[in-house]
DNA sequence: GTCTATAAGATGATAGAC
DNA sequence: GTCTATCATCTTATAGAC
């Protein structure tokens, strides 16, 4: 490694930044099969050579674009994020938030690099470090908005930001071969998020009435799950 | 390791037949980055040439593969879910389903596909083929399921078929980076479905009042959002 | 149908001139 | 830092013997 590391830091015109840019475009237009050092090279505009000579392999390049482009949108979003004080509301950053990374292709890149890290362990560190920022981000404002609401005891915060975040993975990858189909997923997620938000927002007492009615419901599961094996 | 059981409606050891079952564990173990003519013929203990002979391209057998799976799969889990009354049944099943796909490695193989649907237009019909199958089935079950349960009105059948759908694949994805991360949203996807479950089980009374509630939420949203904009 | 052999090309990566 | 040129290897796919 004869270079600094990843530097996202560095001037938007340098080489590295270059590369980062054209690597990301590259994967998200023809995906990781069809990415290689030429055709990252080819557009950015430089030799192919000065991939290995700045990231040393094209692996840790992809990896360099993950981490920048994680940290970029997070940023971007973090204000919004936090200026959601409900599920619906929050349903609807979720929603811009979707067609901005739609456009930008950070999904798609993000499931590119999952896919990738099942035969290439760098691809499967950068995926995991994706994964880790996005999910605690999530996890932050779901614990903040779901609070003190009648859900907050039935919903293990932590696994319902893994569960949003491989939805939106799932919804990524499906727009690829049903855009239709995927789009009407999306329209779903909002409409239970706006349900969601209803429940949460009943009184004391329904909520007591639903917290029981669900305890009741699930030791009722749990006995016909034992008596049955 | 048990075979994906994929019969191509051939002699079970003839030869597309073994290749049909190597694509399957190969494109499973090292992802589609990992899979090549050499590598599916050496698994299968034939010679390279016979793919291209029997199937095309190695595209078209995979698509051969993934095919297989679809249906083998299906047919076997039909009755299953056919014999679920309640959605939180339904998430049983769906939960037995996932266990048993991913040690078949089924919903691995399908993300595959979806991952280089995106620079192979046979790996994109192959895809755009299982999300179509798969669906359509899921739907017809939510169908029945949701039937005239308060729920049928506020949730699009189709589009929650589609999201299940996209659930699945993205959590198989994520689980490849993040297994803990993964198996959280599996346990917070179960605990919302028994939550929706007893939501789905109130009395008219309390139904009535939840939809109310709902049409005036949206009301009030898409007011806003007017507003707004 | 199955094999060997090989074509024709793309790939990651390196050496060395400037 | 950037380039040209090149290597060794891998890929899909085909030709032709059996």
Redesign the pocket.
Known sequence: MP??APDASAPAD???ARLVRAAHEVVCEVGLA??????IAQRA??????????F????ELLEAASDAAITASIDHYRAAFDGADSLDELVAVARSLQARERTIGNVTYMAQMLSGAQSDPVLARAARSAIVTWSTEVRRVLDRILGNGPLAGLVDPRGLAHLVSAGFIGIELYDIADPDGAAAAVDTLESIGRLVDVLDDLGPVARRALKARTDRSTRTKLRQRTVTR
């Open positions: 270079s600094p340098s080489t590295p069809g990415t290689s050092a030429r055709a505009g430089v030799n192919q050579a000065l991939i290995f000579y700045h040393g392999t094209v692996s």
